[in-house]
């Protein structure tokens, strides 16, 4: 079974910036290994849906992001190391959620990257609090 953990969330001041990770584990699964997937970020606030941060091809050569975050985040993966990694510049209150890794589909991130169905194996999540 292919589990997800996060790590690196935590308490910042606005402008401030965190570097989220996600290590996956119990790959390969079912034949398939941590490079055959697109990876995606998603995040979540109390009474609000989960939405899709950010998304990164099977061997990072193409991201997508949410519009609130562009030119902000950025999204990275290493996969000798199994890693996703998150990097938050410029931090704002509205950034605070609870951010969630998540494997979203094989090769490449699909139109649709953003809708939360999309995606399987889901870590615990991380909270992100931005102070203002």
């Known amino acids: 079974q292919v589990q997800m953990v996060e790590s690196g969330g935590g308490l910042v001041q606005a402008g401030g910036s965190l570097r989220l990770s996600c290590t996956a584990s119990?790959?390969?699964?079912?034949?398939?290994?941590?490079?055959?997937?697109?990876l995606a970020w998603f995040r979540q606030t109390p009474g609000k849906e989960r939405e899709g941060v950010s998304c990164?091809?099977?061997?990072?050569?193409?991201?997508y992001y949410t519009d609130s975050v562009k030119g902000r985040f950025t999204i990275s993966r290493d996969n000798a190391k199994n890693g996703l990694y998150l990097q938050m510049n410029s931090l704002k209150p509205e950034d605070t959620a609870m951010y969630y890794c998540?494997?979203?589909?094989?090769?490449?991130?699909?139109?649709?990257?953003?809708?939360?169905?999309?995606?399987?194996?889901w870590g615990q999540g991380t909270q992100v609090t931005v102070s203002s």
């Open positions: 990164i091809n099977w061997n990072g050569d193409s991201t």
């Open positions: 998540a494997v979203h589909q094989f090769g490449s991130c699909s139109s649709s990257w953003s809708a939360p169905a999309r995606a399987k194996y």
């Open positions: 119990g790959l390969p699964f079912d034949g398939y290994e941590f490079d055959d997937y697109s």
